[in-house]
Protein backbone atom coordinates (compact mmCIF):
# COMPACT_ATOMS: atom_id res chain seq x y z
CA UNK A 1 0.00 0.00 0.00
CA UNK A 2 1.39 3.14 -1.10
CA UNK A 3 1.68 6.20 1.88
CA UNK A 4 0.61 9.21 1.52
CA UNK A 5 2.73 12.24 1.90
CA UNK A 6 1.69 15.01 4.05
CA UNK A 7 0.94 18.31 2.50
CA UNK A 8 4.03 20.41 4.58
CA UNK A 9 7.25 18.48 5.69
CA UNK A 10 10.43 19.75 6.98
CA UNK A 11 13.78 19.06 4.83
CA UNK A 12 16.40 18.72 6.36
CA UNK A 13 20.00 19.48 4.95
CA UNK A 14 22.82 17.24 6.16
CA UNK A 15 26.63 16.65 5.48
CA UNK A 16 26.54 12.79 5.73
CA UNK A 17 24.44 12.56 8.80
CA UNK A 18 20.89 12.27 7.71
CA UNK A 19 20.16 8.75 8.84
CA UNK A 20 22.68 9.15 11.89
CA UNK A 21 20.26 11.97 12.67
CA UNK A 22 16.88 10.73 11.98
CA UNK A 23 18.25 7.35 13.85
CA UNK A 24 18.71 9.34 16.87
CA UNK A 25 15.68 11.26 16.67
CA UNK A 26 12.80 8.56 16.26
CA UNK A 27 14.59 7.08 19.98
CA UNK A 28 13.54 10.31 21.61
CA UNK A 29 9.82 11.14 20.08
CA UNK A 30 6.96 8.11 20.78
CA UNK A 31 5.39 7.34 18.05
CA UNK A 32 7.99 7.87 15.43
CA UNK A 33 9.84 5.50 12.88
CA UNK A 34 11.63 6.03 9.32
CA UNK A 35 9.65 5.28 6.43
CA UNK A 36 12.05 4.96 3.56
CA UNK A 37 15.83 5.20 3.02
CA UNK A 38 16.88 5.60 -0.32
CA UNK A 39 20.49 7.06 -1.98
CA UNK A 40 20.88 8.61 -5.00
CA UNK A 41 24.13 8.40 -7.39
CA UNK A 42 25.79 10.80 -9.80
CA UNK A 43 24.31 13.99 -8.03
CA UNK A 44 25.76 17.55 -8.01
CA UNK A 45 26.80 16.38 -4.13
CA UNK A 46 28.19 12.81 -5.18
CA UNK A 47 26.00 10.13 -3.60
CA UNK A 48 23.11 11.38 -1.67
CA UNK A 49 21.28 9.44 1.42
CA UNK A 50 17.67 10.14 1.45
CA UNK A 51 15.22 9.83 4.70
CA UNK A 52 12.36 9.66 5.50
CA UNK A 53 11.00 9.84 9.21
CA UNK A 54 8.20 10.71 11.53
CA UNK A 55 8.50 12.18 14.52
CA UNK A 56 5.30 11.71 16.72
CA UNK A 57 3.23 11.90 13.11
CA UNK A 58 5.26 14.81 11.88
CA UNK A 59 6.86 13.63 8.56
CA UNK A 60 10.37 14.55 7.86
CA UNK A 61 12.81 14.70 5.13
CA UNK A 62 16.26 14.77 5.75
CA UNK A 63 19.45 14.44 3.27
CA UNK A 64 22.96 13.72 3.34
CA UNK A 65 24.03 15.88 0.82
CA UNK A 66 26.76 17.67 1.60
CA UNK A 67 28.53 20.95 3.36
CA UNK A 68 27.08 23.35 1.30
CA UNK A 69 24.16 24.69 3.88
CA UNK A 70 24.50 24.77 7.49
CA UNK A 71 21.50 25.17 9.70
CA UNK A 72 21.20 28.44 12.40
CA UNK A 73 18.16 29.51 14.46
CA UNK A 74 16.59 30.88 11.85
CA UNK A 75 14.35 27.70 11.83
CA UNK A 76 13.69 25.49 14.85
CA UNK A 77 11.27 23.33 15.99
CA UNK A 78 9.28 23.46 19.18
CA UNK A 79 8.59 20.64 21.27
CA UNK A 80 5.68 21.10 23.43
CA UNK A 81 5.74 19.60 26.82
CA UNK A 82 2.74 18.85 29.34
CA UNK A 83 5.03 18.63 32.51
CA UNK A 84 8.15 19.51 34.15
CA UNK A 85 9.43 15.98 33.25
CA UNK A 86 8.62 15.81 29.41
CA UNK A 87 10.63 19.45 29.40
CA UNK A 88 13.76 17.72 31.47
CA UNK A 89 13.04 14.60 29.61
CA UNK A 90 13.39 16.27 25.67
CA UNK A 91 16.21 18.77 27.19
CA UNK A 92 18.32 16.05 28.28
CA UNK A 93 17.91 13.91 25.21
CA UNK A 94 18.47 16.93 22.61
CA UNK A 95 21.41 18.41 23.96
CA UNK A 96 23.37 15.26 24.45
CA UNK A 97 26.62 16.17 22.69
CA UNK A 98 24.72 19.67 21.51
CA UNK A 99 24.57 22.97 23.64
CA UNK A 100 21.88 25.05 25.75
CA UNK A 101 20.76 27.85 24.88
CA UNK A 102 18.31 31.01 26.29
CA UNK A 103 14.70 31.03 26.56
CA UNK A 104 14.35 27.17 26.30
CA UNK A 105 16.59 26.64 22.87
CA UNK A 106 18.70 24.60 22.51
CA UNK A 107 20.83 22.70 19.74
CA UNK A 108 21.07 18.94 19.36
CA UNK A 109 24.38 17.39 18.46
CA UNK A 110 24.02 17.60 14.44
CA UNK A 111 23.44 21.60 15.23
CA UNK A 112 19.55 22.01 14.73
CA UNK A 113 17.85 24.22 16.64
CA UNK A 114 14.84 23.22 19.45
CA UNK A 115 12.84 24.80 21.72
CA UNK A 116 11.91 22.89 24.82
CA UNK A 117 8.37 24.54 25.73
CA UNK A 118 5.66 24.24 28.71
CA UNK A 119 2.17 24.19 26.50
CA UNK A 120 1.10 26.03 29.90
CA UNK A 121 3.07 28.85 29.31
CA UNK A 122 1.21 29.52 25.97
CA UNK A 123 -1.63 29.95 28.15
CA UNK A 124 -0.31 31.78 30.57
CA UNK A 125 0.57 34.74 27.33
CA UNK A 126 -2.46 34.25 25.81
CA UNK A 127 -4.68 34.48 28.92
CA UNK A 128 -2.47 36.57 31.07
CA UNK A 129 -3.18 39.96 31.81
CA UNK A 130 -0.31 42.67 31.36
CA UNK A 131 1.29 42.13 34.36
CA UNK A 132 0.72 38.62 34.37
CA UNK A 133 2.66 38.45 30.86
CA UNK A 134 5.66 40.90 31.94
CA UNK A 135 6.23 38.62 34.80
CA UNK A 136 6.13 35.31 32.84
CA UNK A 137 8.36 37.21 30.39
CA UNK A 138 10.71 38.31 33.00
CA UNK A 139 11.27 34.80 34.64
CA UNK A 140 11.30 33.06 31.60
CA UNK A 141 13.93 35.36 30.39
CA UNK A 142 16.08 34.19 33.08
CA UNK A 143 16.43 30.48 32.21
CA UNK A 144 17.80 28.36 29.72
CA UNK A 145 15.67 25.16 30.80
CA UNK A 146 12.72 26.50 31.68
CA UNK A 147 11.22 25.67 35.40
CA UNK A 148 7.34 25.09 35.28
CA UNK A 149 6.88 25.61 38.48
CA UNK A 150 8.64 29.03 38.93
CA UNK A 151 6.54 30.07 35.53
CA UNK A 152 3.53 29.51 37.26
CA UNK A 153 5.16 30.65 40.32
CA UNK A 154 5.43 34.45 38.36
CA UNK A 155 2.52 34.24 36.85
CA UNK A 156 -0.11 33.28 39.82
CA UNK A 157 2.24 36.26 41.96
CA UNK A 158 1.12 39.00 39.15
CA UNK A 159 -2.50 37.61 39.42
CA UNK A 160 -3.00 38.94 42.76
CA UNK A 161 -2.44 42.01 42.29
CA UNK A 162 -3.50 42.68 38.46
CA UNK A 163 -6.89 40.83 38.03
CA UNK A 164 -8.76 40.96 34.58
CA UNK A 165 -11.85 41.64 34.16
Given amino acids: ?53 ELSEQSFCAISAGPLFKFNEAVSFMVYCDTQEEIDYYWEKLTEGGEEGPCGWLKDKFGLSWQIVPTEMDTMIQNGNKAQVASVTEAFLKMKKFDLAALRQAYQASSKHNRTI
Fill in 1 to 53: MKKTLKKIAPHLWYNKEARQAAEYYVTIFPGSKITHVATLENTPSGSMEIVHF
